[in-house]
């Protein structure tokens, strides 16, 4: 069974960063795609980044030149480096696997980006 579980949130000054982790397991890794999401109180979940089985990536407008997305396969792990963060980054970050028909997700870490 697909499993997945992030760690790494916070509260963090504005302007501060923070990595974000999400550990997989019960799935050859490496064949899916891995991605983050976020939902921030009184709004829809909405991408943040992918990365498919190819490392390749693709990230919001609003978190592009500042939010790294990356993976250990070995690890069966997918990071997201947040630097530069602002207030309007709050939100419970979320991560995803999916291949074809399997769809999982997380239980989500909550980022607060307060002064």
């Known amino acids: 069974q697909v499993s997945v579980g992030e760690s790494g949130g916070g509260l963090v000054q504005p302007g501060g960063s923070l990595r974000l982790s999400c550990a997989a397991s019960?799935?050859?890794?490496?064949?899916?795609?891995m991605g983050w999401y976020r939902q921030a109180p009184g709004k829809q979940r909405e991408l943040v980044a992918t990365i498919d089985s190819g490392r390749n990536t693709n990230y919001a407008d609003s978190v592009k030149g500042r939010f790294t997305v990356s993976r250990d396969n070995a690890k069966k792990t997918v990071y997201l480096q947040m630097n530069s963060l602002k207030p309007e980054d709050t939100a419970v970050y979320y991560c995803n696997a999916r291949r074809g028909a399997s769809d999982s997700w997380g239980r989500g870490t909550q980022v607060t980006v307060s002064s």
């Open positions: 019960g799935m050859l890794f490496g064949t899916y795609v």
